[in-house]
C-alpha cells in the first residue's frame, strides 16, 4: 500500500481540469491530446510507483529473513532483565545455556525455586524432538524463567545479555551431546563443543565483572582407561569417540582460559544422567519407548558377549552436585579481560558409584512396564562406546558434599511415570 502522503500526493493533482468555458476545436483537441499524454504520464508514475514499492517491499522482507534474529529489542531487554532479578540475600545470577535442555531444565527450576536469577539460553536444535524442548520451556517460562533462543557461537548476542546482566555465574550445559551420533554429524560436535565454547568464554573473559564457570564435561573422556573405579586424576588421553574428545578438548580449552584470563572454572563429569524430561536419544527412554510399542530393542555387548554396564546416575543428584559446585565457586579473578591473580580450576566426577549393566537395566524397565522387551543382542559395534563405565566421587564427596542417593530402581520408576504421562498412557496399568 502507498503510504497516506502519496495518496495525498495523487488526489490533490488531478489531472485535465480546466475552468475555461471557451474552447476551440482545434485547442480542444489540443487539450484532449495534452490531457491523454498527462494521463498517460501518470500512469507511468503510478506503474512506476507501484513496482518500486513491491520491491522496496521484497527488500524489506529479504533482508529481516536474514538479518532476523530471536533476540534484542525494549522489551526483549526486560525480560531478561526480570529474569535475573535475585530474590534472596547473596543469591547468584546465573546464565545456564542449553537450559531448555534435560540437565539444563532442572537446574534452571531449582535455582529459580531457591530465589536465584536466571536467563536461559537454547538454540532449539532439531538433534531430537524439539517438541519435548519447547515443553521444558513452557514450564521454565510458567516460573518466570525467561529463555533466550539462540546459539553460543552468537558472538554480538552473548555480549548484549553482559551488557544487560552482570552474570555472577555461567551454568554452560548447551552442547551436542551423544556418543555414537558422532559419526554421523561430526561438525556438530565442533560447532557447539568446541567453536561455540570458546565465543562463550570470550564472552566471559571479556565480560565485568567476570563470572565463574561450572559446565558439563562426561564421563566419556575416560575413554579406553581401564583402570576402576575412574578418578580424576586418571587417563584421559584415548578418547573413543569424537564427542569425548570435543569434551576433553573442552578441559583443556576451559584451563586454558582459567591460566590467562583468570576465569574460575569448575568441570563436572557426568555419568550417564537419566531421568523424568530426559533426552530421548539415550538407551533408557528410547528402550521405555520401543517396549511399550512392542518394537524390538538392540542390546550391544562387548567382546566374548560380556554385558556392557554404566554408572547411570539420577537426575536429581546430578542437580545437587551443579548446585554445590555453584556454591563453592570462588570468584573469577580477571577484569577488563586480563587476568589479576591466580584462579580456581576444579574437575569433578558426578556419578553414582554402582554401575548397573544394560540387560539390567532393560530388566528393571520390563519390571515398571509391565511388558517384556523383544531383545536383539549384538556385539558392540565400534561406534565410539565405552564397556563400561564407574566413578569414583571422593573429590565431589569432599569439595562439594555430593552425596547421590538414588539408585537405579528407584530412580527409573520415576522416570517410567513421567514418560506415561508426558506421553498419555495410564499410569496405573504400567508402573508396579
Ligand atoms: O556419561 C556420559 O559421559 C555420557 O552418557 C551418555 O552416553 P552413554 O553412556 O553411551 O548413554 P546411552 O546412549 O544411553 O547408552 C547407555 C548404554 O546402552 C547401550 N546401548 C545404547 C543404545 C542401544 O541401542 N543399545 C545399547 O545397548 C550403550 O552401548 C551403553 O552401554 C550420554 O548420551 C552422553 O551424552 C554422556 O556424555
Redesign the pocket.
Given at each position: 500500500m502507498p503510504s497516506l502522503a502519496e495518496e495525498e500526493l495523487f488526489l490533490t493533482s488531478k489531472p485535465g481540469k480546466s475552468k475555461d468555458k471557451s474552447h476551440t476545436m482545434h485547442r480542444h483537441f489540443h487539450r484532449c491530446f495534452a490531457s491523454t499524454s498527462t494521463m498517460f504520464l501518470w500512469a507511468l508514475f503510478l506503474v512506476a510507483l507501484t513496482a518500486s514499492y513491491l520491491s522496496f517491499q521484497s527488500f524489506v522482507d529479504n533482508s529481516s529473513k536474514y538479518l532476523s534474529t530471536a533476540w534484542g529489542g525494549i522489551q526483549w531487554e526486560k525480560q531478561v532483565r526480570a529474569s535475573a532479578q535475585i530474590h534472596r540475600t547473596n543469591g547468584f545470577s546465573v546464565l545456564v545455556t542449553g537450559a531448555a535442555g534435560f540437565v539444563g531444565t532442572h537446574v534452571s527450576l531449582a535455582l529459580k525455586k531457591r530465589g536465584d536469577g536466571i536467563v536461559g539460553l537454547d538454540n532449539f536444535n532439531n538433534y531430537y524432538d524439539p517438541t519435548l524442548k519447547k515443553a521444558r520451556k513452557s514450564i521454565l517460562n510458567s516460573h518466570n524463567i525467561f529463555i533466550v533462543e539462540g546459539d553460543i557461537n552468537d558472538a554480538r548476542m552473548l555480549a548484549k545479555l553482559f551488557d544487560i546482566v552482570a552474570f555472577t555465574h555461567v551454568m554452560h550445559l548447551a552442547a551436542q551431546?551423544?556418543?555414537r551420533y558422532a559419526m554421523k554429524n561430526p561438525n556438530s560436535y565442533v560447532h557447539s563443543n568446541i567453536a561455540g565454547l570458546v565465543t562463550l568464554l570470550e564472552e566471559c573473559k571479556n565480560a565485568n565483572p567476570q563470572p565463574a564457570i561450572v559446565w558439563a564435561s562426561?564421563?566419556?573422556v575416560y575413554g579406553l582407561n581401564e583402570k576402576v573405579p575412574f578418578s580424576e586424576s586418571d587417563r584421559t588421553d584415548q578418547p573413543a569417540s569424537l564427542y569425548a574428545a570435543t569434551k576433553k578438548a573442552g578441559e583443556e580449552i576451559t584451563h586454558t582460559y582459567n591460566h590467562i584470563y583468570g576465569l574460575s572454572v569448575t568441570g563436572l563429569r557426568?555419568?550417564?544422567v537419566y531421568g523424568p524430561w530426559g533426552?530421548p536419544?539415550?538407551?533408557?527412554f528410547?528402550f521405555t519407548r520401543n517396549i511399550l510399542q512392542g518394537k524390538p530393542?538392540?542390546?550391544?555387548r562387548g567382546k566374548n558377549r560380556v554385558d556392557?554396564a554404566?554408572d547411570f546416575t539420577y537426575i536429581d543428584d546430578i542437580v545437587k552436585g551443579c548446585m554445590a559446585s555453584l556454591d563453592t565457586a570462588k570468584n573469577s579473578t580477571g577484569s577488563g579481560g586480563k587476568k589479576q591473580g591466580p584462579a580456581q580450576y576444579r574437575i569433578f566426577n558426578l556419578g553414582n558409584t554402582s554401575p548397573v549393566t544394560?540387560p539390567m537395566m532393560v530388566g528393571i524397565l520390563e519390571k515398571h512396564l509391565k511388558n517384556k522387551a523383544k531383545k536383539n543382542f549384538i556385539e558392540?559395534p565400534g561406534n565410539g562406546?565405552v564397556p563400561f563405565?564407574h566413578a569414583n566421587i571422593s573429590s565431589a564427596r569432599t569439595e562439594l558434599g555430593y552425596k547421590p542417593t538414588t539408585d537405579l530402581q528407584t530412580g527409573l520408576k520415576k522416570f517410567v511415570r513421567w514418560y506415561l504421562s508426558y506421553s498419555g498412557y495410564n499410569h496405573d496399568k504400567f508402573v508396579m
Amino acid at each position: 500500500m502507498p503510504s497516506l502522503a502519496e495518496e495525498e500526493l495523487f488526489l490533490t493533482s488531478k489531472p485535465g481540469k480546466s475552468k475555461d468555458k471557451s474552447h476551440t476545436m482545434h485547442r480542444h483537441f489540443h487539450r484532449c491530446f495534452a490531457s491523454t499524454s498527462t494521463m498517460f504520464l501518470w500512469a507511468l508514475f503510478l506503474v512506476a510507483l507501484t513496482a518500486s514499492y513491491l520491491s522496496f517491499q521484497s527488500f524489506v522482507d529479504n533482508s529481516s529473513k536474514y538479518l532476523s534474529t530471536a533476540w534484542g529489542g525494549i522489551q526483549w531487554e526486560k525480560q531478561v532483565r526480570a529474569s535475573a532479578q535475585i530474590h534472596r540475600t547473596n543469591g547468584f545470577s546465573v546464565l545456564v545455556t542449553g537450559a531448555a535442555g534435560f540437565v539444563g531444565t532442572h537446574v534452571s527450576l531449582a535455582l529459580k525455586k531457591r530465589g536465584d536469577g536466571i536467563v536461559g539460553l537454547d538454540n532449539f536444535n532439531n538433534y531430537y524432538d524439539p517438541t519435548l524442548k519447547k515443553a521444558r520451556k513452557s514450564i521454565l517460562n510458567s516460573h518466570n524463567i525467561f529463555i533466550v533462543e539462540g546459539d553460543i557461537n552468537d558472538a554480538r548476542m552473548l555480549a548484549k545479555l553482559f551488557d544487560i546482566v552482570a552474570f555472577t555465574h555461567v551454568m554452560h550445559l548447551a552442547a551436542q551431546a551423544g556418543v555414537r551420533y558422532a559419526m554421523k554429524n561430526p561438525n556438530s560436535y565442533v560447532h557447539s563443543n568446541i567453536a561455540g565454547l570458546v565465543t562463550l568464554l570470550e564472552e566471559c573473559k571479556n565480560a565485568n565483572p567476570q563470572p565463574a564457570i561450572v559446565w558439563a564435561s562426561s564421563s566419556s573422556v575416560y575413554g579406553l582407561n581401564e583402570k576402576v573405579p575412574f578418578s580424576e586424576s586418571d587417563r584421559t588421553d584415548q578418547p573413543a569417540s569424537l564427542y569425548a574428545a570435543t569434551k576433553k578438548a573442552g578441559e583443556e580449552i576451559t584451563h586454558t582460559y582459567n591460566h590467562i584470563y583468570g576465569l574460575s572454572v569448575t568441570g563436572l563429569r557426568f555419568f550417564t544422567v537419566y531421568g523424568p524430561w530426559g533426552r530421548p536419544d539415550m538407551a533408557y527412554f528410547s528402550f521405555t519407548r520401543n517396549i511399550l510399542q512392542g518394537k524390538p530393542i538392540t542390546i550391544y555387548r562387548g567382546k566374548n558377549r560380556v554385558d556392557l554396564a554404566r554408572d547411570f546416575t539420577y537426575i536429581d543428584d546430578i542437580v545437587k552436585g551443579c548446585m554445590a559446585s555453584l556454591d563453592t565457586a570462588k570468584n573469577s579473578t580477571g577484569s577488563g579481560g586480563k587476568k589479576q591473580g591466580p584462579a580456581q580450576y576444579r574437575i569433578f566426577n558426578l556419578g553414582n558409584t554402582s554401575p548397573v549393566t544394560v540387560p539390567m537395566m532393560v530388566g528393571i524397565l520390563e519390571k515398571h512396564l509391565k511388558n517384556k522387551a523383544k531383545k536383539n543382542f549384538i556385539e558392540m559395534p565400534g561406534n565410539g562406546d565405552v564397556p563400561f563405565t564407574h566413578a569414583n566421587i571422593s573429590s565431589a564427596r569432599t569439595e562439594l558434599g555430593y552425596k547421590p542417593t538414588t539408585d537405579l530402581q528407584t530412580g527409573l520408576k520415576k522416570f517410567v511415570r513421567w514418560y506415561l504421562s508426558y506421553s498419555g498412557y495410564n499410569h496405573d496399568k504400567f508402573v508396579m
